[in-house]
């Protein structure tokens, strides 16, 4: 078996030293007979802190009553680094497991682990309805989404996948006003950046929380935050499409470019920076960590006019939370060329499993893992057990509804959470390390806590609906895949998308905060030459071949 000199090296260090001086022997598995007939599978997955057991729970119970299968689980840790240097060991040490079950692996990691012999092919069973029968049930656009977003630059699928489209997740960077401090004021909702700063300037001025100190924060976030905490980037996207970081393409869908050297995006800082220096943009937003970011956005009095958060649990108990209801979902700003735009999430398939060539029976894992494709599955691997944490039950279901069933898009729920085990300790399911597929309707048809009504000053409406009445479409046309470089390429970009990246980030802070003139000719002229001094051009170059293969 070739395997590759990168796995070679970190294979033999990690067999003499892993973190905190621990030698992984044998992999850790503790295999054990069992009864004639029904055939070992032995899953690697990271250990979940919300799994209380994953022998004793009802998804193991029913996948083994399912396929005539003993499944054996080893856990491992929880993070990227940790798993692939257990994996690793694994590897040198010839102790593989059936299945690997992690999202933690890279596309670069897993094209050379296929590569090399490590995980198996999946094409020809894919490409089989006798065996890969719930595969085959995908409709046809779904299906070949998949399918493209999952091959690897070889052309080969060595992953199972989870899919997903749910319009809450694609476009998380949603703006919050202060409504309440609006209405005080005689204020209108903004609709554009010229009226958000004419708004920070009357909330820094007029004192909207009625506390006699001028203690209010117009614009809040965190650039450092995930899931559309980053502010920054959310009110840049009124000049320039930037999905914080990455690469995009022109208006052809052709061209491959780097936004953040467009003139736009100067702009787009420019008027960030004027937001700074009027000091209705607080610099914290480059340094609060998660706790302080909540804390703040739930203080009492309220002291945040304008935010950005895709999570509603940032507001703990947002249904009856003071400081939420305070707040408005408003759409995205339009900066002064008419650019509306919002951070777009493509959909992707997200690699969940990979079977591993030392499998005892590659087609029973090969099963196993498709199976997990059925609706009936997803729903127990994402939900637990029905007619206990979830029901069809049309008596059930006629009681309930959800914010896109109110819209119509959907004429009524088909799924109805009883109790929402999720982000809770339970034996339900695996907390989803593994592959799924998820309808649009079997995410937006469901009844659960996460899609519950919650009423909002006007406009009227719940969250979800308003959002996706706000956000859908308000970005570009085309949008750039995620890309599958080669081993080589992704060798030869590894060092420059870093330094670019922490490079991209540092220079944001600076010219929003005046370290670095924004409006200086000269200084914005080191920031491209530096740029592209640690390889942007060759990042862009490397990347339209690599758009250009996978069109």
Known sequence: MKVSKVIIFL???FIFILPGGTLFAAGGQQRTATPSGITPLTIATPQSAFVTDYKDNHLTRHMERMHNVDLEFLLLPTTASDIFTRFSLMVAT????????TSALSWAQILDYGSNGIFIPLNRYLEDPAMAPNYAAIPVEDRNAIHSSSSSADGNIYVFVEWSVN????????????????????LNVPATTADLRSVLLAFRDRDPNGNGRRDEIGVYGRFEGTYGEDIITALLNSFVYFNKGRLALDASGNTVIAPFIDPAFRRGLAYINDLYREGVLSASIFTDDGTVYRGVLNSDPPIVGF???GSLGNWPDAANNANFHEMALIAPLTGPDGVSYTPFIIPIAGPRAMITSAGRNQNTAFRFLESFYNRDIALISRWGEEGVDWTRDPAELSRFTNAYINIGMFPSVIVAVLQNRWGTPQNSHWSLPNPA?????????TQGNYLRDIPVPPPD???ASLHYQLYTGRHPTMILPDLKYNLADAERLAMPVTDITDYLNQSIAEFVTGARDINNDAVWNTYLNNLNNMGLQQWIQISQATYNRQR
């Open 461 to 463: 409406g719940p969250v």
């Open 437 to 445: 597929y998820f309808s649009p309707e079997m995410i937006l048809g």
């Open 167 to 186: 319009p809450w997740n694609t476009t998380p960077s949603r703006k919050y006003i202060n409504k309440a401090w609006l209405d005080r004021l005689g």
């Open 11 to 13: 294979s033999v260090l």
């Open 94 to 101: 010839n102790d593989l497991p059936d299945i690997l079950m």
């Open 307 to 309: 935010a950005s958060s």
